[in-house]
Structures are given as structure tokens and as C-alpha cells.
């Protein structure tokens, strides 16, 4: 499972790349240091509530879109997957146990 440290890293450095800024440049607009920028992009910093809103506007997007976790096809697969097996359990498990309740009539 991905932390939240590794969430924000991944969506801070996606989302200052599709605004087409550098770390120096985010960092200027945040007036923080690019230092400390990429201290979270690599997850080893995680910013305070106030530090997360002022990366947040500089970066034109509401803060709690730092946090989105857009699953990936290969979840999704998984999930399908995970429900497909658990489906056929309990199908054969209601089988096995008709025929167990029919054996024992006879």
C-alpha cells in the first residue's frame, strides 16, 4: 500500500510538472525553499496544513487534490478479479453443499 507521504510526493512533483514549473520556480511562488520542495517530492518531508494550502495555491488546484489517488488499470483489474474468485467460492461452496445435503437424503 502507498503511504500518504508517497501520495503527496507523486502529486506534487505530477502537478507542478503539468503547470510547467520547476522546483525553484513552485518553491518561489510558495516562498519556501526549493530545498524543502524536494525533500517532499522524494517523501522524506511532509508539510505542515498551512505549507500543504500555500503549495496547493501556487500550484492553482484545491488542496485536497495533493491527496487523490487515482487507481490504475491494473487495480481495477485486481479488484475484478478478487470479486470474480470470491463469486466462484461461494458457488461452488453452495454446490458442494447441496450435493453434500443430497447424499445424506439417500
Request: proline content about 4%; overall charge positive; aromatic content about 4%.
Amino acid at each position: 500500500m502507498t503511504s500518504l507521504r508517497d501520495i503527496l510526493a507523486s502529486n506534487l512533483k505530477k502537478n507542478r510538472k503539468k503547470c510547467g514549473l520547476s522546483q525553484a520556480k513552485l518553491a518561489e511562488k510558495a516562498n519556501i525553499t526549493t530545498q524543502y520542495i524536494a525533500m517532499i517530492e522524494v517523501s522524506r518531508k511532509f508539510p505542515t496544513p498551512e505549507m500543504l494550502d500555500r503549495l496547493a495555491k501556487a500550484l492553482e488546484i484545491e488542496t485536497y487534490e495533493l491527496f487523490i489517488v487515482k487507481p490504475s488499470p491494473e487495480d481495477a483489474m485486481e479488484r475484478l478479479h478478487d470479486t470474480l474468485v470470491g463469486n466462484i467460492e461461494q458457488l461452488i461452496g453452495k454446490a458442494v453443499k447441496k450435493a453434500i445435503a443430497e447424499n445424506c437424503k439417500k
